[in-house]
């Protein structure tokens, strides 16, 4: 398999990371108003890049799209964008207010 390059397990999960990195942050911007959706793929495509969504944005972030974005940003401790989504989510899915993510 000449020319190929092997990714080791390592470089593999980097990658993963980066990745979802990525994603989180293009939907943080979106649901944050930084930037619409078509300005991102603008951007992204001008610069050579591909978009990564956390959600279809289409459809807007699910339920537990919105709770995986609220936990990514916990374990980045950035307790600001978890307040924000969190607000967003209680707006966007009343039933949520009670189930567990508090203030």
Not at 30 to 35: C, D, F, V
Not at 59 to 70: A, F, K
Request: hydrophobic share 40%; proline share 3%.
């Amino acid at each position: 398999m000449e020319g190929k390059k092997e990714i080791s397990e390592i470089e593999q999960m980097q990658l993963d990371a980066i990745l979802l990195d990525t994603a989180y942050n293009n939907a943080w911007m979106i649901l944050s108003g930084e930037i619409t959706f078509e300005e991102l793929i603008s951007n992204q495509f001008k610069n050579g890049g591909e978009v990564i969504m956390a959600f279809d944005p289409e459809d807007g972030p699910t339920l537990v799209e919105l709770e995986n974005i609220i936990d990514f940003y916990i374990g980045e401790e950035d307790y600001q964008r978890c307040a924000s989504i969190r607000d967003i989510m209680h707006i966007k899915y009343p039933e949520s207010i009670n189930q567990g993510i508090e203030d």
